[in-house]
């Protein structure tokens, strides 16, 4: 069976910092992975997609992720956070078959000036 | 840009009603799915469609059920609902076995 683990519900970090939120996966066979943003109110959007190409991938609004398979990991940063950045981030896997997405807990991110 | 329907932003019902959520989407996608989103819980899979009149249960389909009879369109009931069955509700849809799930903007329930 597949699951995530995002590591922190809560992230703080102030505007300018990075943005480091984490993402570990267990899966049997080679994993397509999903990084999706909340706003408030709002459905979840895709920010970026693992699946098989280059293991770094640069997704919308800066942020970009990095496949390390060595340590089933996919955490997503972005260099320097904006207020605008303040939601709740979820990370997905699933396999390669009929692609059902498990999905991990969430990490809300704060963003203070 | 796909587009993602929820037929409802907010919406209260009484328990042991019988409760419809409809999704809609314009891309001629073969697979839709609904979830239940709860604080600390992530998204969970309720149920799924890869066809028309084609239905897979989720990891909790327990007093739901869905009704695909037309490809664009997704509907997920509550038989007879109840208080824990109050949740934000996310309806989904996939085109071909490499692409991601586009959303909907949920519907927000309340069973009183």
């Known amino acids: 069976a597949q699951s995530v683990t995002q590591l922190g519900s809560h992230v703080s970090v102030s505007e300018g910092a990075l943005v480091l939120l984490r993402c570990n996966y267990s899966s049997s066979v080679p994993p397509y992975l999903f990084w999706y943003v909340q706003y408030p109110n709002q459905g979840l959007q895709l920010l970026l997609k693992?699946?098989?190409?280059?293991?770094l991938v640069k997704g919308i609004n800066g942020f970009e992720a990095e496949f390390k398979k060595s340590e089933t990991s996919f955490h997503l940063t972005k260099p320097s956070a904006h207020m605008s950045d303040a939601a709740e981030y979820f990370c997905?896997?699933?396999?390669?078959?009929?692609?059902?997405?498990?999905f991990g807990t969430g990490t809300r991110l704060l963003v203070s000036p | 840009d796909v587009k993602v329907t929820q037929s409802s932003r907010y919406l209260v019902k009484r328990t042991g009603e019988k409760v419809f959520l409809e999704c809609v989407q314009d891309?001629?996608?073969?697979?839709m799915f609904w979830y239940r989103q709860d604080p600390g819980l992530g998204l969970r899979l309720i149920y799924f469609?890869?066809?028309?009149?084609?239905?897979e249960k989720g990891d909790i389909p327990e007093g739901y059920s869905v009704s695909r009879e037309k490809k664009e369109r997704f509907s997920l009931i509550l038989e007879s609902a109840s208080t824990n069955q109050t949740s934000m509700y996310l309806c989904a849809s996939r085109g071909s076995s490499n692409q991601p799930q586009h959303f909907g903007d949920g519907t927000r329930l309340s069973i009183l």
């Open positions: 891309m001629d996608h073969e697979n």
């Open positions: 469609s890869y066809d028309v009149k084609m239905k």
């Open positions: 693992y699946t098989s190409a280059a293991t």
């Open positions: 997905a896997v699933s396999d390669r078959g009929f692609q059902k997405l498990v």
